[in-house]
């Protein structure tokens, strides 16, 4: 099988292209040029871009970078300025694997007559009972990456490999420290990769949308202080609030952009029964009834109840900040997801 890999420069791709190597298929290394700008930090940075081919040198295959940046910039960071904009908050690692990894780097493979893409993401590929594609969760529990996939759908998944997803994140390691590859002790990347550490999300923002101070009020219109910029205040946000008015612990319940008013509560205040859900995407059929809900990558699937584009909770939860994908799964399977409103 001839395979394109997308390298990003760390380790986790690095060995996904020596598992391919070495299973036997013809693979070719490709690096996304995503961002023009300042980075440090992620996929984005020109050093990942030199370690990807330092990789692909030592695994002996070629090693090429498409430059994506102009679509980058429209699909990823345009609309996550855009979202900041209107209070909500985005998720831009998802836009990019909808609209990058698994769409433009997809199409271009095709273009070029390879018969599958590759990724280094800590998640797998597996068929159901009913002989649907699916994602499942990776391996190593603490490094799963499926919540980010949950825009795969049946052709997409019939065209890409995880081939990391069976092993933990010590055995990929092990397997690059045993291949002698440049990335073995590299560390993770957790950042959104266009906004450097030095600057900032808000000096980031700011050199592109105006940003206005808020008024900060509890649920009854009391006056509690005021925030430099609601454009960077988040539903369920608790820190960096500095407000007056005793020690109880209080959280964003509510940021209204227009009115330039950011409304806090406790955490009864916070909790909500349902979740709308716009731009919903299945990887096959749409899923009624019960099932598992996860609303960001890291946290734990709750029992919920699908109905439609609303996800009603078996208990209540935190209320989901607006713009922040919401993935439904039965068991460790990804059976996709949507937006929350």
């Given at each position: 099988?001839?395979?394109?890999?997308?390298?990003?420069?760390?380790?986790?791709?690095?060995?996904?292209?020596?598992?391919?190597?070495?299973?036997?298929?013809?693979?070719?290394?490709?690096?996304?040029?995503?961002?023009?700008?300042?980075?440090?930090?992620?996929?984005?940075?020109?050093?990942?871009?030199?370690?990807?081919?330092?990789?692909?040198?030592?695994?002996?295959?070629?090693?090429?970078?498409?430059?994506?940046?102009?679509?980058?910039?429209?699909?990823?960071?345009?609309?996550?300025?855009?979202?900041?904009?209107?209070?909500?908050?985005?998720?831009?690692?998802?836009?990019?694997?909808?609209?990058?990894?698994?769409?433009?780097?997809?199409?271009?493979?095709?273009?070029?007559?390879?018969?599958?893409?590759?990724?280094?993401?800590?998640?797998?590929?597996?068929?159901?009972?009913?002989?649907?594609?699916?994602?499942?969760?990776?391996?190593?529990r603490d490094k799963d990456q499926s919540y980010v996939l949950a825009t795969l759908t049946q052709d997409e998944l019939s065209r890409i490999v995880f081939p990391i997803g069976d092993l933990t994140k010590a055995e990929v390691r092990g397997r690059a420290g045993e291949l002698d590859l440049p990335t073995a002790t590299k560390?993770?990347?957790?950042?959104?990769?266009?906004?450097?550490?030095?600057?900032?999300?808000?000096?980031?923002?700011?050199?592109?949308?105006?940003?206005?101070?808020?008024?900060?009020?509890?649920?009854?219109?009391?006056?509690?202080?005021?925030?430099?910029?609601?454009?960077?205040?988040?539903?369920?946000?608790?820190?960096?609030?500095?407000?007056?008015?005793?020690?109880?612990?209080?959280?964003?319940?509510?940021?209204?952009?227009?009115?330039?008013?950011?409304?806090?509560?406790?955490?009864?205040?916070?909790?909500?029964?349902?979740?709308?859900?716009?731009?919903?995407?299945?990887?096959?059929?749409?899923?009624?009834?019960?099932?598992?809900?996860?609303?960001?990558?890291?946290?734990?699937?709750?029992?919920?109840?699908?109905?439609?584009?609303?996800?009603?909770?078996?208990?209540?939860?935190?209320?989901?900040?607006?713009?922040?994908?919401?993935?439904?799964?039965?068991?460790?399977?990804?059976?996709?997801?949507?937006?929350?409103?």
């Amino acid at each position: 099988m001839r395979v394109l890999v997308a390298m990003s420069g760390g380790v986790d791709s690095s060995v996904a292209a020596a598992v391919m190597a070495e299973d036997g298929h013809d693979v070719v290394g490709v690096t996304m040029r995503l961002w023009g700008g300042e980075s440090d930090t992620g996929c984005c940075s020109v050093s990942e871009v030199d370690d990807a081919r330092r990789v692909a040198h030592r695994l002996g295959i070629d090693h090429h970078v498409f430059d994506f940046s102009a679509e980058f910039e429209r699909h990823v960071v345009d609309p996550y300025v855009a979202d900041h904009a209107a209070g909500r908050t985005p998720n831009p690692c998802v836009e990019c694997n909808r609209h990058l990894k698994f769409d433009k780097l997809l199409r271009r493979a095709d273009a070029l007559g390879f018969d599958a893409v590759a990724t280094g993401h800590h998640a797998r590929r597996v068929q159901d009972v009913q002989g649907w594609w699916r994602v499942a969760r990776g391996a190593d529990r603490d490094k799963d990456q499926s919540y980010v996939l949950a825009t795969l759908t049946q052709d997409e998944l019939s065209r890409i490999v995880f081939p990391i997803g069976d092993l933990t994140k010590a055995e990929v390691r092990g397997r690059a420290g045993e291949l002698d590859l440049p990335t073995a002790t590299k560390p993770d990347s957790q950042d959104v990769c266009f906004v450097t550490r030095a600057a900032g999300r808000g000096n980031f923002l700011a050199r592109r949308i105006p940003l206005h101070p808020a008024r900060v009020v509890d649920a009854a219109g009391l006056e509690l202080g005021e925030v430099a910029a609601v454009e960077l205040v988040t539903i369920g946000q608790r820190k960096g609030l500095e407000l007056a008015g005793g020690a109880a612990r209080r959280y964003v319940t509510d940021v209204d952009v227009a009115a330039r008013v950011v409304t806090v509560g406790d955490i009864a205040q916070l909790s909500a029964e349902t979740v709308e859900l716009r731009d919903l995407v299945w990887s096959a059929e749409p899923v009624h009834g019960s099932a598992s809900v996860q609303v960001s990558a890291h946290g734990s699937a709750q029992p919920a109840t699908v109905e439609g584009q609303v996800l009603r909770w078996a208990s209540p939860q935190r209320r989901v900040a607006p713009g922040q994908s919401v993935v439904v799964y039965r068991d460790d399977l990804v059976m996709g997801g949507g937006i929350a409103r």
